[in-house]
């Protein structure tokens, strides 16, 4: 089974300070990670992803995340925060098993990231 | 990027009644969209996988024939609630991903439809 953990319910930050959201999973095979962004009564807008290669990750608005093998952690970061950053995030994680096929997008619980001016 | 069109974004209705969601992939072809549920301040939980041209995949515990999903062409698919009750009133979500990327893509989403029965 796939799963995903995200272990902060609520993450609060300055604007202008550094930002990180944890997450870690937990697959069986090879991982394809994901983080997305939600603002309110709206659906998911997707950041960036992990699939193969170097394990720094750039994605949309200036969001970054790093993959970690060996402590199965993708976490999302931005250097310097903006109150517009205020909105419930999001990891993913989908399995490629060695079969082939692939299993299900996994979300984890979301993180209310406030970003305080 | 890719365009998924969700609508309506809000429905109220009476208990007992019936009402249909529509997904719309507007600038490519989806033959998987997916729906899930969200609770207030909670994750998606997948409903089901819809295929097109057959039928759709429910997860478990997921009525079928209380969310009867359709995707009867590339670019649509629809949900619709039977019989909806207060405990349906959630946030629905669609999504797709495009062809020839179903692992590695990421999923496209609606803007959602907000079920409000009363």
């Known amino acids: 089974a796939q799963s995903v953990a995200q272990p902060e319910d609520q993450v609060n930050v300055a604007e202008g300070n550094p930002l990180t959201v944890k997450c870690t999973y937990s697959?069986?095979?090879?991982?394809?990670l994901f983080w997305y962004v939600q603002y309110p009564n709206r659906g998911l807008q997707f950041l960036l992803k992990?699939?193969?290669?170097?394990?720094l990750v750039k994605g949309s608005y200036g969001f970054e995340a790093e993959f970690n093998k060996s402590q199965t952690s993708f976490h999302l970061k931005k250097p310097s925060a903006l109150v517009s950053d205020s909105a419930l995030y999001f990891c993913?994680?989908?399995?490629?098993?060695?079969?082939?096929?692939?299993?299900?997008?996994?979300f984890g619980s979301g993180t209310q990231l406030t970003v305080l001016p | 990027g890719a365009v998924v069109s969700q609508h309506p974004s809000r429905v109220i209705c009476k208990s007992g009644t019936s009402v249909k969601i529509e997904c719309r992939s507007l600038?490519?072809?989806?033959?998987?969209m997916f729906w899930y549920r969200q609770f207030p301040k909670q994750s998606l939980m997948l409903m089901a996988t819809?295929?097109?041209?057959?039928?759709?995949?429910?997860e478990q515990g997921v009525e079928k024939d209380k969310f009867l999903i359709n995707h009867a062409s590339l670019t649509l698919s629809t949900l619709t609630v039977t019989s909806a009750h207060p405990e349906d009133s959630s946030f629905y979500i669609c999504?797709?991903?495009?062809?020839?990327?179903?692992?590695?893509?990421?999923?496209?989403f609606g803007e959602g439809s907000r079920l409000t029965v009363l």
């Open positions: 999504s797709a991903s495009k062809p020839g990327q179903p692992n590695t893509g990421e999923l496209f």
């Open positions: 697959v069986s095979g090879n991982p394809y």
């Open positions: 992990y699939i193969t290669g170097d394990n």
């Open positions: 993913a994680v989908r399995a490629l098993i060695s079969s082939g096929s692939a299993r299900q997008l996994t």
């Open positions: 600038d490519f072809q989806a033959t998987t």
């Open positions: 819809s295929n097109e041209g057959s039928k759709a995949t429910y």
